[in-house]
Nanobody, 117 residues
């Protein structure tokens, strides 16, 4: 069973920073495109960031310039560094793995991020 284990959620004041981590198996890390999505109450799910096959990184418009995704191959972990957080960043953040040579679409359990003004 594919597992994406997220870490690093929590609460922070506006302007602060948080870093999320997502650890998975070597197979998933090597074959799937890893990324992050988020969903706030009453809102549609939206892309936060994703690393594509050729190493290109996509960011959602609302997080460009503030968030940064990275990978640690030795730890099979993808990180999301979130800076200059805003109250509107409050949501449940999910790690995702799909596309590429992935045999399915996978999502972590979600981690709550709350940004207070």
């Amino acid at each position: 069973q594919v597992q994406l284990v997220e870490s690093g959620g929590g609460s922070v004041q506006a302007g602060g920073s948080l870093k999320l981590g997502c650890t998975t198996s070597r197979y998933v890390f090597a074959n799937c495109l890893m990324g992050w999505i988020r969903q706030a109450p009453g809102k549609e799910r939206e892309l936060v960031s994703k690393i594509l096959n050729d190493g290109t990184i996509n960011y959602g418009e609302s997080v460009k310039g503030r968030f940064a995704i990275s990978r640690d191959k030795a730890k099979n972990t993808v990180y999301l560094q979130m800076n200059s957080l805003k109250p509107e960043d409050t949501a449940v953040y999910y790690c995702t793995a799909d596309g590429g040579l992935c045999e399915g679409t996978y999502r972590g359990q979600g981690t709550q991020i709350t940004v207070s003004s």
